[in-house]
């Protein structure tokens, strides 16, 4: 993340284009001018920046190199002036025609003698030609325009290769840490989960006793191919460290995370063994812990540790798919108890009455909800998220013992609470 008060590469090399767009315009007066730039994507050119030409139409025009004016300045890489009164040349089984435009010059912007876009000025403002010394200019702006192009490349080549882990090329910690952040907040926003898996090489530290550091080296590139063929477009693949891997899933439920986790098991099962595994009779064994936020886990740190503590339990079951469970905090670990115990007050239960329904009541006794002032409001599997005023084990207790469902308490107003449970209780739940 960048430091407060200071630009990303990025965003210099924009602040750059802009300005060296700005004096091509007032050093070469014309009613319209235009900045294309190559999509990288699509090798198409799309306008970067205007002057004279409507936002929509803006936004419409994509042009292949070759086609038109500006696509044949881009191909030939050279530059075009026209003045007023020039005839385009006849065109195979068509008459020459006029040019649209009075005058314009249009000028290709090279990076490695490479067309990356085309910078155009049209119709003088003073009603005459363009000429040579506004060529000369505009072929200077263009050089400029082209390092900047090159700068912003590199800028983002460096963010790309600071942010990878250079064994697997999956991301690393520090972008894992990152989109986490950014993750969670998004899901606040919009009251979607967002599910997280953990996953554990089993048996890594005896392959690369056994067979050493590069056939381990080769397990880890393997097990990251699986991981990358198994998830969706917009989830994050990272190499978490060591033999640990990590993935961020957006707007998934436990569901969906465990089924990319059954893909990551599927995938990483089809990659090719390293020689010595494969001579052995060795396979690449994993084992994967899946949490999500913001039920039940109410922080990152919290959804990290249970997704931990879920993979270990998949560890100790000989490997596969573990979704965390309340009673997880009781166990040998132990270090969720009292996490689990006194979370800190949930962001998302601001409005309890927007998440608690009827339906949701009925799985909670009428008197405990009025002994503990509690309410229910959310339900994944056996596990129920009810809200209390303050923290208190034996509501938690309680609650769990006369429902069936395992409790993950969170803490919201006491008055809000109050007006939710009677609102509710009065439709006859």
Do not use: C
């Not at 890489?77 to 009164?85: A, E, Y």
């Not at 397990?219 to 063929?229: D, E, I, N, W």
């Amino acid at each position: 993340m960048d430091r407060v008060g200071t630009a990303s590469p990025a965003g210099l090399a924009e602040d750059l284009l802009d300005s060296i767009f700005k004096v091509a315009t007032e050093l070469v007066r014309g009613q319209r001018a235009s900045l294309l730039v190559r999509d990288e994507l699509t090798t198409d050119f799309v306008i970067a920046h205007a002057v004279g030409i409507a936002d929509e139409v803006k936004k419409q025009i994509r042009i292949r190199q070759g086609e038109g004016v500006v696509g044949s300045v881009a191909a030939s890489k050279r530059s075009l002036l026209v003045r007023s009164g020039d005839v385009l040349p006849a065109r195979e089984g068509g008459d020459p025609g006029r040019y649209r435009t009075a005058s314009f010059v249009s000028v290709p912007i090279l990076v490695d003698d490479e067309s990356r876009g085309v910078l155009n000025v049209a119709d003088p403002l003073d009603g005459r030609s363009f000429g040579e010394d506004d060529l000369v200019t505009l072929e200077l702006l263009a050089s400029h325009i082209g390092a900047v192009l090159l700068q912003r490349e590199q800028g983002e080549a460096m963010q790309r290769l600071a942010e990878t882990d250079p064994l697997t090329w999956l991301f690393n910690r520090r972008h894992f840490d990152r989109r986490l952040e950014a993750e969670l907040n998004r899901a606040l926003r919009a009251e979607h989960l967002v599910a997280l898996l953990m996953i554990d090489v089993d048996r890594f530290k005896t392959i690369n006793d056994r067979f050493g550091h590069r056939t381990g080296d080769a397990v880890l590139r393997a097990v990251a191919s699986g991981v990358k063929q198994a998830v969706r477009l917009y989830d994050v693949p990272t190499r978490y460290g060591g033999d640990e891997f990590a993935i961020i899933v957006p707007e998934a439920d436990s569901e969906v995370g465990s089924r990319v986790a059954r893909r990551v098991l599927e995938k990483t099962a089809a990659q090719a063994l390293p020689p010595e595994l494969a001579a052995a009779g060795e396979t690449i064994g994993l084992s994967i812990g899946i949490a999500t936020f913001p039920r039940p886990s109410g922080d990152a740190a919290a959804l990290i540790d249970f997704a931990d503590t879920a993979m270990y339990r998949a560890k100790e079951a000989g490997g596969g798919v573990r979704v965390w469970e309340h009673s997880f905090a009781e166990g040998p670990r132990g270090s969720l108890h009292s996490r689990v115990a006194t979370p800190p007050p949930a962001p998302y239960l601001a409005e309890p009455a927007r998440l608690a329904s009827p339906d949701l009541q009925a799985l909670l006794p009428r008197s405990l909800a009025v002994e503990w002032n509690a309410v229910v409001v959310g339900k994944e599997g056996q596990i129920l998220t009810v809200a209390l005023p303050t923290p208190n084990t034996g509501a938690v207790d309680a609650i769990s013992k006369a429902s069936g469902f395992a409790v993950y308490p969170v803490y919201s107003n006491a008055l809000d609470l109050e007006a939710t449970r009677r609102r509710l209780s009065e439709t006859g739940t």
